[in-house]
């Protein structure tokens, strides 16, 4: 029963998933907990219209639950909008591991998370992310056949990583081709924020093409690794948003264009691998479409990897979603070109094109 003396500060609490700020009218979002392995997860499902909600589980430190349901919230709706507008028949959903993936993580853990997956019956069809692996993809299917992303041995496509960094880098090459009229990198001034397994081979691709390569992460052995094992420059300075550089790539986690930092950018594109780049989507795509900045939207052009895990459930080779990667270069010039032709941002554009599909068969469902 809620009293009067209800203190204000615990007033968030009455709606503890429909009143968070991140909630998107998802269609379900369950909360799991296993006293026995210490697993504390949460699934978000957004949108299944379009198909099964597929999307990673990230295992990450979380501050506290409200933290963690927040990412949820937020990663589960953006997979909605990246499969719908990479063309794909799935809908958007993600799932979080409140722990530290190095300490915490234990086999019995993984499999127990599977299980979860299992009890939802295919409507969520789960994937690798930050802080798992394909060897926990390879766990999780001992439980369940709703998952992507295993060994290919196993009869699976691998890690997506690559592939995700094949995309970004068509999109970068995109970006480039739209601000500075040419798609040849060399030459041009790249900070990319975030080495992991994604940015490492975003590196190897502009590295390879002369592109000038400053890297930046919060693990300094792997800054140190990545800088000698592709001749990239190390950020050292105070701010490494007011880098001098051409093309800005946050490749780590999202939300680093925001109040604080948006307004120190001194590059001219930002196309990076990370989900939900903007900390407000529609007003810091406005202000990035002010200053001059152009964005290649993040659930775009990071789609490689569920282009490439979705190969297991429509069964296509390695080649055609390599294909199907690569055309991401043509979709972000058809994106770039839709904002000017209707003076919106290449968030909105992107966002209206994917809502639309979305639309459309939502319609045809309901004939």
Avoid at 45 to 68: C, D, F, S
């Amino acid at each position: 029963m809620i009293t009067e003396s209800l203190k204000a500060s615990e007033l968030h609490k009455i709606d503890p998933v429909f009143g968070q700020v991140s909630f998107d009218n998802h269609e379900q979002i369950v909360f799991c907990n296993d006293k026995d392995t210490g697993l504390k997860a949460i699934i978000g499902i957004h949108n299944t219209v379009l198909g099964p909600a597929l999307g990673g589980t990230r295992m990450w430190k979380y501050a506290n639950e409200w933290e963690a349901l927040n990412d949820v919230l937020r990663l589960s709706r953006g997979m909605t909008y990246k499969s719908a507008i990479s063309g794909l028949n799935l809908g958007g959903g993600k799932a979080v591991i409140m722990g530290d993936s190095k300490i915490d993580k234990t086999p019995e853990m993984i499999a127990k998370f599977g299980d979860y997956v299992n009890s939802l019956s295919g409507k969520y069809i789960t994937a690798e992310d930050v802080g798992t692996t394909t060897a926990d993809m390879d766990l999780i299917h001992t439980r369940t056949a709703h998952v992507t992303g295993i060994s290919e041995s196993l009869g699976g496509s691998g890690n997506p990583s690559p592939v995700t960094a094949y995309g970004v880098y068509m999109g970068m090459k995109a970006a480039a081709k739209y601000k500075f009229g040419t798609d040849n990198l060399e030459g041009k001034r790249i900070l990319v924020q975030g080495i992991g397994h994604v940015g490492e081979t975003l590196v190897d691709y502009i590295t390879a093409e002369g592109a000038k390569v400053i890297i930046t992460d919060i693990n300094e052995a792997r800054l140190q690794e990545i800088g000698q094992k592709y001749g990239a420059q190390i950020f050292n300075g105070e701010d490494l948003y007011s880098a001098d550089v051409d093309i800005y790539a946050p490749c780590a986690l999202g939300a680093t264009i925001n109040d604080e930092t948006i307004n120190k950018i001194k590059a001219h594109v930002i196309a990076g691998a990370a989900n939900n780049q903007l900390a407000n989507e529609i007003k810091h795509g406005q202000m990035l479409k002010d200053r001059g900045i152009l964005y290649a939207p993040d659930f775009l052009i990071n789609a490689g990897g569920i282009i490439n895990v979705y190969a297991e459930i429509v069964k296509y080779d390695k080649a055609e979603a390599m294909r199907k990667t690569e055309n991401i270069y043509n979709t972000t010039l058809e994106i770039f070109d839709f904002a000017d032709a209707n003076n919106i941002t290449t968030h909105e554009a992107a966002f209206r094109i994917a809502q639309n599909r979305i639309d459309l068969r939502k319609k045809e469902l309901a004939q």
